[in-house]
């Protein structure tokens, strides 16, 4: 399973944590294993895990790219960089503390998902659902005001 994960991330350390949210899934009892066909069954779970993670990553690189190069053009521009500034101010005044710090670190200061996990003290899924929850409250918030 983990040989698997490891040749369809290329990462060890995402490769053991698909694995161990798959056991942690069957010891949780959220899943359960046909005797008939155990192996094929564990090794399609891994798979379906290492899309997820592909697919989360490649959201997250676009959002990234998006987020970079439209704070270069606001900072570039005197009427886009308020527009800069409205969004700093939002995270500032509507983000929760843990959220904000999680966001700051990650887009603003450009640490990966794991350093901010360490800095913070919490888990890489705790600041993957911080990191979405932030960005869909912006996302929403700009939206309706534009």
């Known amino acids: 399973m983990y040989r698997l994960a490891v040749s369809l991330l290329y990462d060890e350390d995402e490769a053991r ?3 161990s949210d798959i056991f942690t899934s ?6 359960a294993i046909r005797s008939d066909n155990a ?8 798979r379906n ?25 606001l900072a570039d521009s005197p009427d886009d960089s308020m527009m800069l500034a409205e969004l700093r101010e939002y995270i500032d005044n ?13 887009y ?3 640490m990966t998902c794991q350093q901010v996990a360490e800095a913070v003290g919490v888990s890489r899924v705790t600041v993957h659902h911080h990191l979405s929850q932030s960005l ?11």
């Not at 869909?136 to 534009?146: G, L, P």
């Open 17 to 19: 944590d698909v694995v």
């Open 26 to 31: 069957l010891l949780d009892g959220d899943m």
């Open 39 to 46: 192996r094929g069954f564990l090794l399609t779970c891994v």
């Open 49 to 73: 895990g290492c899309i997820n993670v592909i697919r989360h990553k490649q959201t997250r690189e676009r959002f990234i790219n998006l987020y970079s190069s439209k704070a270069e053009a």
């Open 94 to 106: 509507h983000l929760p503390p843990l959220s904000r710090r999680i966001f700051t670190l990650r």
């Open 108 to 110: 603003l200061q450009d």
């Open 136 to 146: 869909e409250k912006i996302n929403a918030y700009f939206s309706n005001n534009k």
